[in-house]
């Protein structure tokens, strides 16, 4: 039940221009391109979780724009045009980030990925090889000149076991998605944007005079709502080509003289694991049922997990004493498309969702661009 408001609580803190749905990285950068728009705006945020529900608290903290085989897959579902495309969004995304808030802030840095590629992948492994050319000519225009080599004296160093081929990538890097997300959230607040926590919208409800927004706190109300619960969007707008992915992750105790440093891919990008603070986190592996991993539910499967703990123990660190620290899960947000879902889906509803993966590359770039279609509306 409701506490009765007072006069103050109304006016103040349930009345407000622009209300955005969700403070992941789209939200925040949402709000924040809206309120460098218009300073005089009054903006805030509304987040069901104490903190950012989804992926964005919960990634792996991967700065990259896709892998070789990840590539290949994506050219074939959009064509080169479209993957072109796609992967200036994504790496104009992490420029907007970096830029935003500062290497520092989100501890860039630039350790270069790596693509394995085990004995048995002979056909995969011939075939990513092949394109290495290719991709290098696609995006040296976007990202720089050769991107991607053939790095396999780096297997042995690495300490890998059963991999036989290693595509790097010079320009991939990691980030610290909690700092990132911290000073995010701080960037947003210095603006003078409210963030409200622990507010599950429940419906949007359109009327003459504005948007309302029923909450369990009370209706919110503003001229223009933009939603981005990307896996979490369907709750309030059903409609959209939307299918969650929960990524399982799990993240090892610090490993004294760890060798293995950058971000790395296996298996088309549905693993993938780096170095942190001297740990190793690693997930993925929702390949393995796909149905099942198709949920907005967190937690862990026996499934996954063990698949996970076996490519630590028998490629990764074949060699190496670990302790597995902490396991938790995020959702992610897939659909037919690649692009992001950027639209105003009724009048002054507008929604940005489904980055496909790519949060932190996509992210900036979609919460910009969903806020500049909301400021054309004006």
Not at 13 to 24: A, E, N, V
Not at 134 to 160: C, D, P, R, T
Not at 186 to 193: D, N
Not at 266 to 295: C, K
């Amino acid at each position: 039940m409701v506490t009765a408001q007072s006069y103050w609580e109304k006016t103040s803190f349930f009345l407000f221009d622009f209300i955005i749905i969700g403070s992941g990285i789209v939200g925040l950068n949402a709000a924040i391109h809206l309120k460098k728009f218009k300073p005089n705006s009054k903006i805030c945020i509304l987040e069901r979780g104490f903190l950012p529900s989804g992926a964005s608290t919960k990634n792996a903290g991967f700065a990259c724009f896709g892998s070789i085989s990840e590539l290949i897959d994506q050219e074939s579902i959009c064509g080169t045009e479209g993957l072109s495309f796609l992967i200036e969004k994504r790496w104009k995304g992490l420029l907007k980030l970096r830029n935003l808030l500062s290497d520092e802030k989100i501890d860039y840095q630039c350790l270069g990925g790596y693509e394995l590629f085990k004995k048995t992948e002979q056909n995969l492994t011939t075939l990513s090889v092949s394109k290495i050319e290719h991709f290098n000519n696609l995006i040296k225009n976007i990202v720089g000149e050769n991107a991607f080599s053939l790095q396999n004296q780096k297997i042995k160093e690495f300490g890998f076991k059963n991999i036989e081929n290693l595509i790097a990538n010079r320009y991939e890097a990691q980030i610290d998605t909690g700092k990132m997300m911290f000073a995010l959230l701080q960037y947003a607040q210095s603006l003078g944007i409210a963030v409200f926590n622990n507010c599950t919208v429940n419906k949007i409800e359109g009327e003459n005079k504005g948007i309302s927004l029923l909450t369990d706190e009370g209706i919110f109300k503003c001229h223009k709502v933009v939603v981005t619960t990307n896996a979490f969007t369907q709750s309030l707008l059903p409609d959209l080509d939307i299918t969650p992915g929960r990524g399982q992750i799990l993240i090892t105790k610090p490993i004294k003289n760890l060798k293995i440093k950058g971000t790395f891919h296996y298996d088309r990008g549905y693993y993938y694991f780096r170095n942190i603070n001297d740990r190793i986190l690693l997930g993925g592996g929702r390949n393995l049922d796909f149905n099942a991993e198709a949920t907005t539910t967190f937690g862990q499967t026996d499934l996954v997990q063990n698949a996970l703990e076996n490519l630590l123990s028998k490629v990764i660190l074949p060699d190496t004493d670990y302790e597995i620290d902490q396991r938790w899960s995020g959702i992610m947000a897939f659909g037919k498309q690649l692009e992001p879902i950027i639209k105003e889906v009724k009048p002054n509803v507008f929604c940005a969702a489904r980055c496909n993966g790519m949060g932190i590359a996509m992210g900036s770039q979609t919460g910009e661009d969903v806020a500049q279609l909301l400021i054309n509306s004006l």
